[in-house]
């Protein structure tokens, strides 16, 4: 490891390069979580992966490193073996659940730009984790509703992940809950949206922080009244709610 000094400036560096994604009020706290516990452990593929993205222009859209850890975590400990993922972007968090799952687990994978994810396939593919995905380029929401229509996907997911476009959040929940098996689990990423839901309305906010708030705030609303689910909403990353499916 680097001296604190030099380790600090870097990782402070490339933690502004994939854009700020920890609520936590000290960036030093922060940068001890991802360097004690997060990149000493990080999977080589992993560690790839994130610095290319880093030099993406939309590096801002990835997940964090310790959102990353967990989600691979998690997989292992509810012993998932069929997920899904809406969103993907280059394929940090699908890295993550690839490496989690068994060698004949599968990755329903949907995003509208496939371009992103193909920057992160060679990684993928290179970690010998590319025949557990099926990648579908264009929007989830006409897939889900196929799959729904169709029967045989109802209950069948162990574990989706949604980390998309945010006006369609509660879209996607009337939909995945038929799909995730009682017991099973859904992730929503971005809930806290980089602390927004507590500012006050006339708070000064960058314009896709202000569109897409509402749209949070509706979907955190509408879990917390949802009985078919209990649900724990974490300070990871910029906030994610495990909503566990039980009815």
């Known amino acids: 490891m680097a ?6 400036q870097n990782q402070t560096h490339r933690h502004q390069e994939v854009g700020h994604k920890s609520l936590l009020q000290s960036d030093a706290l922060y940068q001890y979580i991802l360097e004690t516990s997060v990149y000493p452990r990080e999977p080589e593929s992993m560690k790839e992966l994130r610095e290319v993205t880093a030099k993406h222009p939309w590096n801002i859209m990835t997940t964090s490193a310790d959102e990353g850890q967990f989600l ?15 969103g993907v972007y280059t394929g940090y968090s699908l890295l993550a659940t ?17 371009e992103n994810y193909e920057l992160g396939l060679p990684i993928i593919e290179k970690a010998g ?5 099926d990648f ?9 509703d196929q799959m729904i229509e169709d029967g045989k996907f109802h209950g069948t997911f162990d574990f989706i992940f949604v980390d998309a476009d945010k006006d369609n959040y509660i879209n996607y929940h009337k939909r995945l809950i038929d799909l995730v098996k009682v017991g099973g689990v859904i992730g929503y990423d971005n809930t806290l949206w980089n602390g927004s839901v507590v500012a006050p309305p006339d708070a000064p906010m960058r314009k896709y922080v202000r569109y897409y708030r509402d749209f949070v705030l509706e979907l955190n609303k509408a879990l917390a009244a949802d009985p078919r689910i209990e649900i724990c909403m974490l300070p990871v990353g910029d906030g994610i709610t495990l909503c566990r499916r039980v009815s």
């Open 72 to 86: 691979n975590m998690l997989l292992k400990l509810i012993n998932a073996k069929n997920t899904m993922e809406i």
């Open 129 to 133: 984790l590319a025949h557990k995905i």
């Open 98 to 114: 690839a490496l989690a799952l068994p060698d004949d687990g599968k990755i329903l994978a949907m995003d509208i730009n496939r």
């Open 3 to 8: 001296t604190n000094g030099e380790s600090e």
């Open 136 to 144: 579908r380029e264009g929007p989830a929401l006409p897939v889900l």
